[in-house]
């Protein structure tokens, strides 16, 4: 059975700082790995996905993300931080030819003046 | 931009009332899902529905539990005879293309669902 795990439910970072999030799947086939953000208010929004291809993702607003298969990871990162990066980060997996996605717990993240 | 809307925000409802959620999907998607997300749980999938059938469901989405597509424009899930287990966040999500793994979802705010 698939499944994902958020290390962290929280993170605090300064503004300016490096941004980690961390993620790490188990899944018998190869997975599609999907990070989601969700605003306060607001539904959750696709920021990246991988499927195939290039295992280094970028999506919006600067964030990218690696698929590391030895590692089952695929962490999000950004090189720095803003204050509008503040938000709960959902990381997910599915499997080929499915219709469900698999979420993490989320890590909320905190961005600090 | 186009957005996924879902109503009620919120609402509170007694154990053994039924509750019926909204969802406006996009206008031109095909594909309708529904989440939940238990308060300090896992977002779960409970539902997708294609063509005016459920095409995949959850051990979540029992009995209790039904969806439709009453007009061409609402999505719904009803909660026949809601339990306290049933509070949590409720969200609904569309796309344009098959599988969720091809497509984007575009997902709504949430309904959240607080069952006394």
Redesign the interface.
Known sequence: AQS?TQLGSHVSVSEGALVLLRCNYSSSVPP?LFW?VQYP??????LL?Y?TGATLVKGINGFEAEFKKSETSFHLTKPSAHMSDAAEY?C?V?????????????TRLQVFP | EPEVTQTPSHQVTQMGQEVILRCVPISNHLYFYWYRQILGQKVEFLVSFYNNEISEKSEIFDDQFSVERPDGSNFTLKIRSTKLEDSAMYFCASTLSGGSNTGELFFGEGSRLTVL
Do not use: P, R
């Open positions: 994902v599609y989601y208010n607001q539904g959750l929004q696709l996905k499927t959902f997910a599915s499997e080929q030819n499915t219709d469900k996605l698999i979420f993490g717990t989320g």
